[in-house]
């Protein structure tokens, strides 16, 4: 058994409510801080840990909090990114909706260091209900004293405050997000300047994602240099893994990172398994943005080693053969897959997300999805192959933001693992294959 | 300019509306726009009319074209009317590969409408969306704040049972509780 | 001030300009192009992707090279920073990708619309472009609107550079128009239709770089390479009053603003200008406007050759061929 450090508790009848968080121990990081920490000293501590943002990029969270502008004399603003969107990703919905408080207590925790005194958590509309189970938990804290005016007895004041989107995946991306916030168009802005400079409302603005928030809580009970200690190199710590697809046990699995995939997918303590018997075809590791890789490439690097839950393992082999461990969002398919019309589903997402600013994505992502449609249906030329990759080229890296990178890897991945599928649609077939979708 | 509206929130949606305007710095109140047209969509059968619209760009002293431009954005504010129950499938990958194709089919034959149609009774409209971030208990289609997670057939049919018996409007809102 | 090279031209400009705008001051064929940047309207820019360049020094503090290619009308100069433009095969490659899809949904009829000779987009696929089209795709299609009667709306023919939205957020006073819907379905629109109606609205005319804002009061009035552009103006109560009266003979066709040689107005002119005045006795003539040699507009137009001019452009021509040589091609090219 691996070691859980979020979802230690999520057994626990009644963890949603503060009493029995705080039996289990909740709370002690906003005291411990507060009490006996200096805001900095926290920031230290995160430093320490390693902790790499959860959230998709993997940057690190201590590194992340020492850009924000403290000379600047506008107020700070730590905001979490709860607008979970990325296909394949439950995690921080399940986190939210079963261990309410743990989200709660690292925002605390985390705005202290950074001298945040209004905070907010982002979260995508479609995940109303659980706007309204952190509603529940935010007034709780602020009946125990733990927000609001002079938190525990302290200097310290902060509000939090539960501010729902209204479906847009664009806004996971954290200027979008900032300008959701402001009542605005999801548009990405350009950068320079990021947020930690002008953020929200122009002001010093952190964006972390639910995830590594959460993180903030052990590390700061336990020490950076303790949460360090899990994982290997510079993967450290636990990660929740969303399991998802053709395996026998999907959910939230909480792993320490260097669990290999392979233990991953067939031991009965996670996926336990491909399900109704079949066999591995293909996996999408880090959500529907990184690269598929197929069994083999999945379960071991090309140099033959283990592949590793960690970002260096995933990664090893760069996009030629390997793939990113993202946001975690673990997509399993089995040996039956169409892995052309997978694909569409991921185009057709991107199209329907692209903000519709910058050229290269908006008209970029729609082609991808025609092209992809067109194969599909028995229409498709060999050429139609050739331009798909031509295409996610010329979109990849030319965008004002990542979105146009996450609708071109998927595209670029899939036909360099599954060239011969393609061509197999290109070259037209059996109508039963796409009546299915014909039907859309 | 209000004068001409016939539409307004009722106190009690006015006071909630009040209350979260007041959590943003007070040159900032356009923060409130979505969480507001949450409330304005809740309360106004489910949809925005350019009316409705207007009267939010009223309440938060911004341009009607700032709502307009905001609303048309986002995926979940309908710009036309909607059947009393908005049942949305996802279909994006997990939820393909785990049969999500099968239920909106079956939901287009049991309904008798396709994708983005409402049906004669204005009791149902199907949509199909993308990921809902419930990958883990594909198929799912959600209903107001409701998701119907690991979808079967029969799971679909008794649940438009229940939503036909209880012949109620859907909603993200359930209740107006909130805080600050 | 920064010292910045591109395309191997070394500049000095002050701290803060943009690389696009650095490359302007060299001029010639290193400046990028520009569909969505519009030096007087603040926040433009960033969006059509078609002024990327290559970064391949950050600045002489930090050498190392920018990860991706950025929008140089946005991405200011530091000093030392060295900048490929037209000498970067990966700068081409992705523009030509740029102007494709452009290109995948804006109708291919130049022929019948009114912005022909006078079209940024027309001029940048003639330049960056490839022959030939790869989408077989039916393209997207919007209906014709009137906002207003002065303005005409082909929204078919955007290409979404929100540089009128930005006209109307910053010299009108109140906006009544915006981009709606997202991704691809994305449009200019009143949402209601309504009258786009103040004193400033018609530059959104001029500042937009396609057929998609038209002059409701020349449209198909005339081709407009079979017009004389004359420099004019008038004692304006609202504006300037420093215009181009677009001629025909004696009769006035179209009143615009001064366009520089980037097609940017930097003195906006006010609807009366524009529209009201159209009898050449309204105008003080200052005489024929210059307008570039290789432009179609420039067809039927014949100037005297500015040797000064020309002698500043065969030098600058052999400075730029001696920096081309410089930079390799990146490998993976």
Same mark, same amino acid.
């Given at each position: 058994?691996?070691?859980?450090?979020?979802?230690?508790?999520?057994?626990?009848?009644?963890?949603?409510?503060?009493?029995?968080?705080?039996?289990?121990?909740?709370?002690?990081?906003?005291?411990?801080?507060?009490?006996?920490?200096?805001?900095?000293?926290?920031?230290?501590?995160?430093?320490?840990?390693?902790?790499?943002?959860?959230?998709?990029?993997?940057?690190?969270?201590?590194?992340?909090?020492?850009?924000?502008?403290?000379?600047?004399?506008?107020?700070?603003?730590?905001?979490?990114?709860?607008?979970?969107?990325?296909? !394949?990703?439950?995690?921080?919905?399940?986190?939210?909706?079963?261990?309410?408080?743990?989200?709660?207590?690292?925002?605390?925790?985390?705005?202290?260091?950074?001298?945040?005194?209004?905070?907010?958590?982002?979260?995508?509309?479609?995940?109303?209900?659980?706007?309204?189970?952190?509603?529940?938990?935010?007034?709780?804290?602020?009946?125990?004293?733990?927000?609001?005016?002079?938190?525990?007895?302290?200097?310290? +004041?902060?509000?939090?405050?539960?501010?729902?989107?209204?479906?847009?995946?664009?806004?996971?991306?954290?200027?979008?997000?900032?300008?959701? *916030?402001?009542?605005?168009? !999801?548009?990405?802005?350009?950068?320079?300047?990021?947020?930690?400079?002008?953020?929200?409302?122009?002001?010093?603005?952190?964006?972390? #994602?639910?995830?590594?928030?959460?993180?903030?809580?052990?590390?700061? #009970?336990?020490?950076?240099?303790?949460?360090?200690?899990?994982?290997?190199?510079?993967?450290?710590?636990?990660?929740?893994?969303?399991?998802?697809?053709?395996?026998?046990?999907?959910?939230?699995?909480?792993?320490?990172?260097?669990?290999?995939?392979?233990?991953?997918?067939?031991?009965?303590?996670?996926?336990?398994?491909?399900?109704?018997?079949?066999?591995?075809?293909?996996?999408?590791?880090?959500?529907?943005?990184?690269?598929?890789?197929?069994?083999? *490439?999945?379960?071991?690097?090309?140099?033959?080693?283990?592949?590793?839950?960690?970002?260096?393992?995933?990664?090893?082999?760069?996009?030629?053969?390997?793939?990113?461990?993202?946001?975690?969002?673990?997509?399993?398919?089995?040996?039956?897959? #169409?892995?052309?019309? #997978?694909?569409?589903?991921? +185009?057709?997402?991107?199209?329907?997300?692209?903000?519709?600013?910058?050229?290269?994505?908006?008209?970029?992502?729609a082609w991808l999805e025609k092209i992809l449609h067109r194969l599909l249906h028995g229409q498709g030329k060999k050429k139609d192959i050739d331009i798909l990759v031509d295409a996610a080229k010329k979109i990849e890296g030319n965008t004002i933001c990542p979105l146009g990178d996450a609708a071109a890897w998927p595209v670029a991945s899939a036909i360099r693992h599954f060239r011969k599928e393609f061509e197999e649609e290109a070259a037209g077939l059996p109508a039963e294959r796409n009546l299915e979708l014909a039907t859309h | 300019m209000t004068e001409n509206n016939t539409i307004a929130f /009722?106190?009690?949606?006015?006071?909630?509306?009040?209350?979260?305007?007041?959590?943003?710095?007070?040159?900032?109140?356009?923060?409130?726009?979505?969480?507001?047209?949450?409330?304005?969509?809740?309360?106004?059968?489910?949809?925005?009319?350019?009316?409705?619209?207007?009267?939010?760009?009223?309440?938060?002293?911004?341009?009607?074209?700032?709502?307009?431009?905001?609303?048309?954005?986002?995926?979940?504010?309908? =710009?036309?009317?909607?059947?009393?129950?908005?049942?949305?499938?996802?279909?994006? /990958?997990?939820?393909?590969?785990?049969?999500?194709?099968?239920?909106?089919?079956?939901?287009?034959?049991?309904?008798?409408?396709?994708?983005?149609?409402?049906?004669?009774?204005?009791?149902?409209?199907?949509?199909?969306?993308?990921?809902?971030?419930?990958?883990?208990?594909?198929?799912?289609?959600?209903?107001?704040?409701?998701?119907?997670?690991?979808? =079967?057939?029969?799971?679909?049919?008794?649940?438009?049972?229940?939503?036909?018996?209880?012949?109620?409007?859907?909603?993200?809102?359930? /209740?107006?509780?909130?805080?600050? | 001030?920064?010292?910045?090279?591109?395309?191997?031209?070394?500049?000095?400009? &002050?701290?803060?300009?943009?690389?696009?705008? $650095?490359?302007?001051?060299?001029?010639?064929?290193?400046?990028?192009?520009?569909?969505?940047?519009?030096?007087?309207?603040?926040?433009?820019?960033?969006?059509?992707?078609?002024?990327?360049?290559?970064?391949?020094?950050?600045? $002489?503090?930090?050498?190392?090279?920018?990860?991706?290619?950025?929008?140089?009308?946005?991405?200011?100069?530091?000093?030392?920073?060295?900048?490929?433009?037209?000498?970067? &095969?990966?700068?081409?490659?992705?523009?030509?990708?740029?102007?494709?899809?452009?290109?995948?949904?804006?109708?291919?009829?130049?022929?019948?619309?009114?912005?022909?000779?006078?079209?940024?987009?027309?001029?940048?696929?003639?330049?960056?472009?490839?022959?030939?089209?790869?989408?077989?795709?039916?393209?997207?299609?919007?209906?014709?609107?009137?906002?207003?009667?002065?303005?005409?709306?082909?929204?078919?023919?955007?290409?979404?550079?929100?540089?009128?939205?930005?006209? $109307?957020?910053?010299?009108?006073?109140?906006? %009544?128009?915006?981009?709606?819907?997202?991704?691809?379905?994305?449009?200019?629109?009143?949402?209601?239709?309504? $009258?786009?109606?103040?004193?400033?609205?018609?530059?959104?005319?001029? %500042?937009?770089?396609?057929?998609?804002?038209?002059?409701?009061?020349?449209?198909?009035?005339?081709?407009?390479?079979?017009?004389?552009?004359?420099?004019?103006?008038?004692?304006?109560?609202?504006?300037?009053?420093?215009?181009?009266?677009?001629?025909?003979?004696?009769?006035?066709?179209?009143?615009?603003?001064?366009?520089?040689?980037?097609?940017?107005?930097?003195?906006?002119?006010?609807?009366?200008?524009?529209?009201?005045?159209?009898?050449?006795?309204?105008?003080?003539?200052?005489? &024929?406007?210059?307008?570039?040699?290789?432009?179609?507009?420039?067809?039927?137009?014949?100037?005297?050759?500015?040797?000064?001019?020309?002698?500043?452009?065969?030098?600058?021509?052999?400075?730029?061929?001696?920096?081309?040589?410089? &930079?390799?091609?990146?490998?993976?090219?």
């Amino acid at each position: 058994m691996g070691r859980k450090l979020l979802l230690e508790h999520i057994n626990e009848p009644g963890i949603q409510s503060f009493e029995v968080y705080r039996q289990k121990g909740g709370y002690a990081s906003v005291e411990k801080a507060l009490k006996t920490m200096t805001p900095d000293a926290v920031m230290e501590e995160v430093k320490k840990s390693g902790l790499r943002g959860r959230g998709g990029a993997g940057f690190p969270a201590g590194m992340k909090w020492s850009f924000i502008d403290k000379k600047s004399d506008k107020p700070r603003y730590l905001v979490c990114n709860a607008d979970e969107s990325e296909p !394949g990703t439950f995690k921080d919905r399940y986190l939210m909706e079963h261990i309410p408080h743990i989200l709660i207590e690292g925002m605390i925790t985390s705005s202290y260091a950074l001298g945040a005194k209004t905070s907010f958590i982002y979260i995508r509309g479609e995940y109303m209900y659980i706007v309204r189970i952190l509603e529940k938990a935010i007034d709780e804290a602020y009946a125990k004293g733990f927000l609001g005016k002079n938190i525990l007895g302290t200097d310290y +004041s902060l509000d939090l405050y539960v501010h729902p989107g209204a479906g847009a995946y664009i806004c996971g991306e954290e200027t979008a997000l900032l300008e959701s *916030l402001e009542g605005k168009r !999801g548009n990405p802005r350009l950068k320079p300047p990021f947020p930690a400079v002008a953020g929200l409302y122009a002001c010093p603005t952190v964006v972390n #994602n639910v995830e590594t928030i959460a993180a903030v809580v052990p590390i700061i #009970n336990q020490g950076g240099e303790e949460y360090a200690k899990i994982g290997i190199g510079k993967s450290t710590g636990t990660k929740l893994i969303s399991a998802s697809g053709h395996i026998n046990k999907p959910g939230v699995y909480e792993i320490e990172l260097g669990l290999p995939v392979e233990e991953f997918i067939y031991s009965e303590e996670y996926c336990g398994g491909i399900w109704k018997g079949r066999k591995l075809k293909a996996v999408v590791a880090g959500g529907s943005s990184v690269p598929i890789l197929p069994t083999d *490439l999945i379960l071991k690097t090309a140099k033959g080693e283990p592949r590793l839950m960690t970002y260096e393992s995933l990664s090893d082999g760069g996009f030629v053969s390997g793939t990113m461990l993202g946001s975690g969002g673990f997509i399993v398919m089995d040996e039956t897959t #169409n892995i052309v019309k #997978n694909l569409y589903t991921f +185009s057709r997402f991107y199209h329907h997300e692209s903000c519709g600013q910058c050229s290269p994505c908006r008209e970029g992502t729609a082609w991808l999805e025609k092209i992809l449609h067109r194969l599909l249906h028995g229409q498709g030329k060999k050429k139609d192959i050739d331009i798909l990759v031509d295409a996610a080229k010329k979109i990849e890296g030319n965008t004002i933001c990542p979105l146009g990178d996450a609708a071109a890897w998927p595209v670029a991945s899939a036909i360099r693992h599954f060239r011969k599928e393609f061509e197999e649609e290109a070259a037209g077939l059996p109508a039963e294959r796409n009546l299915e979708l014909a039907t859309h | 300019m209000t004068e001409n509206n016939t539409i307004a929130f /009722s106190p009690d949606t006015l006071a909630v509306a009040k209350k979260i305007i007041a959590r943003y710095p007070e040159d900032q109140q356009k923060s409130a726009l979505i969480p507001i047209l949450h409330l304005a969509q809740a309360e106004f059968n489910g949809w925005l009319s350019p009316e409705a619209m207007d009267y939010v760009a009223s309440i938060l002293n911004i341009k009607p074209i700032e709502v307009y431009e905001v609303v048309t954005f986002y995926s979940m504010f309908n =710009t036309k009317p909607v059947g009393k129950c908005l049942l949305e499938v996802c279909q994006t /990958s997990s939820c393909w590969l785990r049969g999500s194709n099968e239920i909106i089919d079956h939901l287009k034959k049991k309904l008798n409408i396709g994708v983005g149609e409402t049906t004669a009774d204005g009791m149902f409209t199907l949509k199909t969306v993308e990921c809902l971030g419930s990958c883990g208990t594909a198929p799912m289609l959600q209903c107001g704040a409701d998701f119907h997670e690991n979808l =079967t057939i029969e799971k679909v049919d008794s649940l438009l049972e229940k939503l036909r018996s209880k012949n109620e409007r859907s909603t993200y809102l359930k /209740s107006l509780n909130v805080n600050g | 001030m920064a010292k910045v090279t591109i395309d191997g031209i070394e500049i000095e400009v &002050p701290d803060g300009t943009t690389i696009l705008n $650095a490359a302007r001051q060299i001029g010639g064929e290193v400046v990028p192009p520009a569909m969505c940047y519009y030096t007087s309207l603040k926040e433009t820019g960033g969006k059509c992707r078609v002024c990327l360049v290559k970064v391949t020094q950050g600045s $002489a503090k930090d050498p190392r090279p920018m990860p991706k290619l950025v929008a140089s009308c946005r991405t200011p100069v530091a000093d030392g920073m060295v900048v490929q433009n037209i000498t970067s &095969p990966d700068v081409l490659e992705a523009r030509k990708g740029v102007v494709e899809f452009l290109l995948l949904n804006h109708p291919l009829d130049c022929p019948i619309c009114d912005q022909a000779g006078e079209c940024d987009l027309q001029d940048l696929s003639y330049e960056h472009g490839t022959e030939g089209t790869r989408t077989e795709f039916e393209r997207r299609t919007f209906d014709k609107i009137d906002i207003g009667d002065k303005i005409k709306l082909h929204m078919t023919r955007c290409i979404l550079c929100y540089r009128c939205v930005f006209v $109307a957020d910053q010299l009108t006073p109140e906006r %009544v128009h915006g981009v709606l819907n997202r991704g691809d379905r994305s449009e200019i629109s009143t949402y209601i239709e309504k $009258a786009v109606d103040n004193d400033f609205s018609g530059n959104m005319i001029d %500042v937009c770089p396609v057929g998609a804002l038209t002059d409701r009061t020349f449209r198909f009035k005339s081709r407009v390479w079979f017009t004389k552009p004359m420099d004019a103006h008038r004692n304006c109560s609202k504006c300037c009053g420093k215009v181009v009266l677009w001629m025909k003979g004696n009769e006035v066709l179209r009143v615009t603003g001064r366009k520089d040689r980037y097609g940017e107005v930097k003195e906006f002119i006010c609807n009366e200008c524009r529209f009201e005045h159209k009898n050449p006795a309204d105008w003080t003539i200052e005489g &024929p406007r210059h307008i570039n040699r290789h432009s179609v507009i420039s067809q039927n137009h014949y100037e005297k050759i500015d040797l000064q001019n020309l002698k500043r452009e065969v030098e600058r021509q052999i400075v730029f061929q001696k920096g081309r040589q410089l &930079p390799e091609a990146s490998p993976n090219s």
